[in-house]
């Protein structure tokens, strides 16, 4: 990305960044979801497990990326199809589903870690749901899940966001995605459930600047790490304090991406890829789904879970008390660019992460643009 100007520059508004449609991406795109949509027999890796959520933001990002470039784009998307092609076995077809669409037994099967069971009402109930219709029968039971990486409400928070967009995607392409819930349905953010009262969301983010640093508890999968921010004397004391069942999600919001983005500016840089680029992601899709189907106290109480879990861990610079906005450093057709043209789910993730993230706090825009180019540096400076 174009090194920092010493004289401050024009603010690259969003609003400079036309979306533009993409000649032939749909049909790439529909053949991409069609191959994401068939989980593999193997227990999902990073990439396999990625795929769904890397295909649906790689296709929004193309509308933002510069229109000369769109070809590259699209063939990055086909690119990933090749890849997953060749990821290993795909599961045979499923005995169909007979019936009407009854998420609760979906629910059920992904609670009794019956994934053939997932996979057959997946596939045949999936296709017949829109993407609020999921969303609203399964966000609640998903997203305090940590199986998955804890990525599945990326998934549904991605889904959304392509119906809005009026995108042709189906929720079938989170096939895979519920099967991999199954393989730990213990695996969950839980301290919050004996937690009972108003709390006062305003003090978020004195709580966050409160948190300790724990360091990696043995590796930074994102179990151990939550697993970590819930014991005894760290969500729950930090974080008790902070929940009430009605609040200003948007400004909530807000307080968790600001943190997460000057954590990837300003904390320990060997942590950007993995730890900072899933510190906003996560949090941000799951406070996305506040009132769409999850109850607001439970979608504050995962969230801030998510961010605490990493600045426990990774946090080795205090957040400041006051987070102040700042000039762009790349322009948003410049991150998206680079992003769309990268080979790593978490850029491309992130990046579109922050264009939602600077389009939702406008006075912040230069913040999310900054940490986009940030993590795109530290892959350049590392390749």
């Not at 769309?340 to 913040?367: I, N």
Request: net charge negative.
């Amino acid at each position: 990305m174009p090194a920092a100007s010493s004289q401050p520059q024009p603010r690259p508004l969003l609003d400079d960044v036309r979306p533009t449609a993409a000649a032939g991406a749909d049909n790439v795109v529909a053949a991409a979801a069609a191959a994401v949509s068939i989980p593999k027999v193997a227990p999902a890796d990073s990439f396999v497990l990625h795929a769904p959520l890397e295909l649906m933001a790689r296709a929004q990002l193309i509308a933002f990326v510069d229109p000369a470039r769109h070809g590259d784009a699209i063939a990055m998307v086909d690119r990933l199809r090749v890849q997953y092609e060749a990821a290993g076995e795909s599961v045979p077809a499923p005995a169909p589903a007979d019936g009407p669409v009854r998420p609760q037994v979906l629910l059920d099967a992904i609670a009794a870690g019956d994934a053939y069971a997932v996979d057959g009402l997946a596939v045949a109930w999936l296709p017949r749901m829109s993407a609020a219709e999921v969303c609203g029968a399964l966000g609640a039971a998903v997203v305090p899940s940590l199986a998955a990486a804890g990525h599945a409400p990326i998934g549904l928070s991605l889904l959304l966001r392509a119906s809005a967009r009026g995108d042709a995607m189906s929720p079938v392409v989170l096939r895979g995605t519920l099967r991999a819930l199954a393989a730990h349905p213990d695996w969950r953010v839980s301290w919050h459930e004996t937690i009972c009262g108003a709390g006062n969301p305003s003090t978020l983010h004195e709580a966050l600047r409160s948190a300790p640093h724990l360091g990696q508890p043995g590796n930074n999968f994102i179990f151990p790490l939550m697993t970590q921010a819930q014991q005894p004397g760290v969500a729950d004391r930090l974080l008790g304090p902070v929940l009430a069942d009605q609040f200003d999600v948007r400004e909530a919001t807000r307080t968790l991406t600001r943190a997460a983005a000057w954590s990837m500016l300003h904390d320990d840089p060997e942590q950007a890829p993995y730890g900072w680029s899933h510190a906003l992601t996560m949090p941000q899709a799951v406070l996305s789904l506040a009132g769409a189907g999850v109850p607001e106290r439970e979608a504050l109480a995962v969230a801030a879970t998510f961010l605490l879990g990493f600045r426990v861990a990774d946090g080795g610079q205090p957040l400041p008390e006051r987070i102040e906005p700042m000039v762009a450093r790349a322009s948003a057709r410049d991150v998206a660019t680079a992003a769309a043209l990268h080979d790593d789910a978490h850029v491309v993730k992130y990046t579109l992460a922050c264009l939602h993230a600077a389009a939702d706090d406008r006075e912040f825009e230069g913040l999310y643009l900054s940490a986009a180019a940030s993590l795109l540096d530290w892959w350049c400076v590392r390749r």
